[in-house]
């Protein structure tokens, strides 16, 4: 199952509302996680079951999808979330990530 | 505190071997099934490998199939990596991760061994 990330990196502002897309070669329920990444950091599991809350991460994060087309939302982007963020699906055990999304301060 | 620590990394030649580890203390090992996860230098992730709880089933991307094997010891806290045939594309940071107990998420990670294959 091939996962397809949009955009490939995207330029935002403090404050700004930011969306990131995923999208699965086949359809995958949802069994979709989402992870951020700062540099020089293991990733961190922010969303799982395509929009559950993992403990600890902010309520700023959301996310939304099922099948094929899932997202990642950022209501308010804080500076602590430039990062890179990585969807993830657990349908095959062949699990595989997409591509990534690097979030860059505009 | 879940706490994951990746040993064994280091620079090895084409060809050579190489074996990772992974000390798992302060949760209940047995009980989860365990990953590996690598990232290239300045690229995104790459799924390895996994294992169940009590090594029954296990799985391998096609990248690595037939020259990687994973494994663990529950009476020891302990997942393993043993690569052999490396390759300079086996290049990588190597993350052992936990997964959630139930559908696989990785609710866990190491905080990376560098593998460096090179002549």
């Known amino acids: 199952i091939q996962l397809t990330q949009s955009p490939s990196s995207l330029s935002a502002s403090v404050g700004d509302r930011v969306t990131i897309s995923c999208r699965a070669s086949?359809?995958?329920?949802?069994?979709l996680a989402w992870y951020q990444q700062k540099p020089g950091e293991a990733p961190k599991l922010l969303i799982f079951?395509?929009?559950k809350l993992q403990t600890g991460v902010p309520s700023r994060f959301s996310g939304s999808g099922s099948g094929t087309d899932f997202t990642l939302t950022i209501s308010s982007l804080q500076p602590e979330d430039f990062a890179t963020y990585y969807c993830?699906?657990?349908?095959?055990?062949?699990?595989?990530f997409g591509q990534g999304t690097k979030v860059e301060i505009k | 505190e879940v706490q994951l620590v990746e040993s064994g990394g280091g620079l090895v030649k084409p060809g050579g071997s190489l074996r990772l580890s992974c000390a798992a203390p302060?949760?209940?090992?047995?009980?989860?099934?365990m990953n590996w996860v690598r990232q290239a230098p300045g690229k995104g992730l790459e799924w390895v490998s996994s294992?169940?709880?009590?090594?029954?089933?296990?799985y391998y991307a096609d990248s690595v199939e037939g020259r990687f094997t994973i494994s663990r010891d529950n009476a020891k806290n302990s997942l393993f990596l043993q690569m052999d045939s490396l390759s300079v594309e086996d290049t990588a940071v190597y993350y052992c991760?936990?997964?959630?107990?139930?559908?696989?998420?990785?609710?866990?990670w190491g905080q990376g061994t560098l593998v460096t294959v090179s002549s």
């Open positions: 991760t936990k997964d959630d107990g139930l559908k696989g998420y990785f609710q866990q």
């Open positions: 079951a395509a929009s």
């Open positions: 993830q699906q657990v349908k095959s055990y062949l699990y595989t």
């Open positions: 302060g949760f209940s090992f047995s009980g989860y099934s």
């Open positions: 086949q359809g995958i329920s949802t069994s």
């Open positions: 294992i169940s709880s009590s090594s029954s089933y296990i």
